[in-house]
Nanobody, 122 residues
Framework: QVQLVESGGGLVQAGGSLTLSCAAS????????MGWFRQAPGKEREFVAT????????RYSDSVKGRFTISRDNAKNTLYLQMNSLKPEDTAVYYC???????????????WGQGTQVTVSS
């Protein structure tokens, strides 16, 4: 079992930055590909970014490419999402997830955190 806890969300003005963290316990993240997803009110959960177990490969949604950076520190059992140039449409609850494979699909991830709210004001 893996327990994931996100932190770092909050209220920020458009154009600002936030860094989300996802701390894992129970098992080392070394074995897992990791992903960030988000869900806005009334919308389905959508893919944001994903990273392989050793960090050598990443993928991003088109909507965040060039603005967000996913990274991980396996020694600290922590996943990160650096978010720059934030837009009001980035407002959502952000979730981290752990799975076996690098994937953009919600269904490919086995463990999920409880989410952290990010609100971007215009």
């Amino acid at each position: 079992q893996v327990q994931l806890v996100e932190s770092g969300g909050g209220l920020v003005q458009a154009g600002g930055s936030l860094t989300l963290s996802c701390a894992a316990s129970g098992r080392t993240l070394h074995y897992f590909a990791m992903g960030w997803f988000r869900q806005a009110p009334g919308k389905e959960r959508e893919f944001v970014a994903t990273i392989t177990w050793n960090g050598d490969n990443t993928r991003y949604s088109d909507s965040v490419k060039g603005r967000f950076t996913i990274s991980r520190d396996n020694a600290k059992n922590t996943l990160y999402l650096q978010m720059n140039s934030l837009k009001p449409e980035d407002t959502a609850v952000y979730y981290c997830a752990a799975g076996v494979y690098l994937s953009v699909r919600v269904t490919e991830y086995d463990y999920w955190g409880q989410g952290t709210q990010v609100t971007v004001s215009s």
